[in-house]
């Protein structure tokens, strides 16, 4: 499965929580990005993911699940990335809810779609930050530890910097960057311009683009290209 996330530059991130038209879904969709990833903080629901899921499948494009709550993990997705909050104090969020969905839901697992994402979640306003409880008041060396932790230590597929709602410190990701060796270094959080798209782009394997759906299309859509266009900076 991990091989089927090495080609996303650009994915698009939906909130089943929110809305969106007819019309700019497809446009989403029909954007060229390499993906969609579904899911958000609060107010998901198996419903409204339902519902989300049904109108994306018009569409020939993979499409995974980011489950971050027990009641709306829904079949059908062609992935499920599953988030470990690394930088929170409670383990609930890095073990707690997942050992309660395996003794729930074990037998129902499709173990061989799953994917762990190490979650660094570094905006202290955030809903996620907030939720989890996240010490998101690191310097560049302490997120880059956490990203070593899940890249080296844990072996986990995806390394996620989070900044949910606010554009990151590119030098900060920088950091975190010369660090992960193995597994696909993710970023999401407020991309608003194709520039702060072209900035993560440089740095990050996979560009996450969420909020910005909901307050101004066209630009959401012009980061598509800018993503997939850009060449990543190497480091030695």
Not at 67 to 82: H, K, Q, R, T
Not at 179 to 202: D, M, N, P, R, W
Request: glycine share 8%; aromatic share 8%; hydrophobic share 40%.
């Amino acid at each position: 499965m991990q091989q089927m996330i090495k080609p996303w530059r650009h994915v698009f991130k939906l909130d089943p929580d929110r809305e969106l038209g007819d019309q700019d879904l497809e446009a989403i969709c029909l954007s060229g990005t390499d993906a969609l990833l579904i899911g958000g903080s609060t107010g998901i629901t198996y419903a409204n993911t339902v519902k989300l899921l049904s109108r994306v499948r018009q569409y020939d494009l993979p499409c995974a699940l980011e489950v971050s709550d027990l009641e709306a993990a829904v079949p059908g997705f062609d992935l499920y990335l599953i988030p470990m909050v690394l930088n929170t104090p409670d383990p609930d969020w890095i073990v707690g809810q997942h050992r309660r969905a395996i003794e729930r839901y074990g037998f129902l697992i499709p173990w061989d779609l799953l994917l762990t994402e190490g979650y660094i979640v570094l905006n202290g306003d955030s809903s996620v930050a907030r939720l989890t409880s996240a010490e998101t008041s690191l310097s560049a060396a302490e997120a880059a530890a956490y990203a070593q932790v899940a890249d080296k230590l844990m072996s986990l597929p995806i390394v996620y910097l989070e900044y949910s709602g606010m554009f990151g410190d590119m030098d900060t990701v920088r950091t975190v960057r010369e660090t992960v060796e193995y597994g696909q270094l993710f970023y999401g959080g407020g991309i608003t311009s194709v520039h702060e798209a072209e900035q993560a782009a440089a740095l990050c394997d996979t560009v996450v683009v969420g909020n910005i759906i909901y307050r101004d299309m066209q630009q959401a859509l012009l980061t598509v290209e800018t993503v997939q266009k850009t060449q990543q900076l190497k480091y030695d």
